[in-house]
């Protein structure tokens, strides 16, 4: 029987770029089985046990497993793939807090539903794996570390600390503390550092 975390191989590093490939294309990305409208669930849609609106049913999203397929996505390079599982999570948080008004437990692959217990914090975003997704590295308010492209279709802006990205598909805007802003294009990584 087949379960999500059996695709955990990629977030580990396990195997080699031509396996990695076949591993997303032929089953992370089968909609048949695990590419669900709102996140990939603890076992296929193909499976017997798959019952993805049902209370501790087989079906459901687990944003922890899912962070994890997001982050070995990312490291194989297949980030455009990692920021669709990502919006289609968000889906999912924000479809069950708009009418429970919590985060959940996991969430219904399926619909835009909650599942198990209210106010579960491993429910909430996995803030981490966007990060991930923007190539966007935070060691400190005036020191980061950024790789690659946006995938996202629109603006995505991040704020910590006073410290401000704004990412865009080619480019970046990063903005200090105290108001010093870099502006730069191109996807080669690069530390970004204030000094002074």
């Known amino acids: 029987r087949g379960e999500v975390t059996q695709l955990l191989p990629l977030w580990a590093g396990i195997p080699d770029a031509p396996r990695a490939h076949e591993l997303v294309y032929r089953t992370v990305l089968d909609s048949g089985r695990y590419w669900r409208a709102f996140g990939l669930p603890v076992v296929p849609a193909d499976d017997p046990a798959y019952r ?19 982050d070995g996505l990312v490291a194989y390079g297949y980030r455009s793939e990692a920021a669709e599982l990502f919006t289609r999570l968000m889906q999912a948080i924000v479809g069950s807090a708009r009418s429970d008004r919590c985060f959940r437990e996991a969430y219904n692959a399926d619909a835009p539903q909650g599942l198990g217990a209210r ?10 794996s966007l990060l991930r997704i923007l190539g966007i590295d935070l060691a400190s308010p005036t020191r980061l570390h950024v790789e690659g492209t946006s995938p996202f279709d629109r603006p995505i802006t991040v704020r910590w600390r006073g410290l401000e990205i704004q990412r865009e598909a080619d480019r970046t805007r990063v903005t200090f503390p105290d108001g010093e802003q870099i502006e730069f294009d191109g996807e080669e990584p690069r530390w970004i550092e204030q000094t002074g």
């Not at 993805?52 to 994890?68: D, K, V, Y």
């Not at 106010?119 to 981490?128: E, I, K, N, Q, T």
């Open 52 to 70: 993805p609106g049902r209370e501790g049913g087989a079906g459901g999203t687990w944003m922890p497993w899912n962070a994890m397929i997001i």
């Open 119 to 128: 106010h579960d914090l491993a429910g909430a975003a996995p803030v981490h």
